[in-house]
């Protein structure tokens, strides 16, 4: 069975400030890997995705995320954060030949000023 | 093009009572998917649909039921409800559902069972 975690609950971090939000995930088969955010009140909006190729992935808002296989992990990076970044950050799976997606329990971005 | 549309955006129940929650996919989408997210379990698969037909499931009693109707939109019911089903019910859409393929989600039904 397939299970992701992620690490931190909570993430507080000063406007301007790196962040870096970590999941992790376990599968006996290959899986893609996938960043949603969700801002208050609304639904889940991709932020970026890795299907195969390049481990280093871009997605919007200038997030980054790295897959790395040997550790099983999936990190969620950014240089620089904003106040508008304060919201729910959610890692998800799917298996390559399936269609369930599995998430993990979320990671809360809060941005102060 | 529009995005993925849910109705009622809020909802008040009572114990024992049944609901039905109403999606509508993008505009040429096949597939919808349901997941029931709560503060303590977070997001959890419900069920998919495509073309008409549920074609996975996730680990929900019998009590939670869905059918998608021949131009995607679908529906899904609730019966004898009980307090813990309160949640956010999320829906997604993707075109076809192939593995990889991004999900479109709607802003969710918040359902209160009193």
């Known amino acids: 069975a397939q299970s992701v975690t992620q690490l931190d609950s909570q993430v507080p971090v000063f406007e301007e400030a790196p962040v870096e939000l970590r999941c992790n995930y376990s599968s006996s088969v290959s899986v893609y890997l996938f960043w949603y955010v969700q801002y208050p009140n609304q639904g889940l909006q991709l932020l970026l995705k890795y299907l195969s190729g390049s481990t280093l992935v871009k997605g919007i808002n200038g997030f980054e995320a790295e897959f790395n296989k040997s550790q099983t992990s999936f990190h969620l990076r950014k240089p620089s954060v904003h106040i508008s970044d304060t919201a729910e950050y959610f890692c998800a799976v799917t298996l390559t030949g399936g269609f369930k997606t599995i998430f993990g329990a979320g990671t809360r971005l809060f941005v102060k000023a | 093009k529009a995005g993925v549309t849910q109705t009622p955006r809020y909802l008040i129940k009572t114990r024992g009572q049944q609901v039905t929650l109403s999606c509508s996919p993008i505009s040429g989408h096949r597939s919808v998917s349901w997941y029931q997210q709560t503060p303590g379990q977070g997001l959890q698969f419900l069920f998919e649909?495509?073309?008409?037909?549920?074609?996975n499931k996730g680990n929900f009693p019998g009590r939670f039921s869905g059918r998608q109707f021949s131009n995607s939109r679908s529906e899904m019911n609730v019966s004898t409800l009980e307090l813990g089903d309160s949640a956010l019910y999320l829906c997604?859409?993707?075109?076809?559902?192939?593995?990889?393929?991004?999900?479109?989600f709607g802003p969710g039904t918040r359902l209160l069972v009193l």
């Open positions: 649909y495509f073309s008409e037909t549920q074609r």
């Open positions: 997604a859409s993707t075109l076809t559902a192939t593995p990889g393929e991004t999900q479109y």
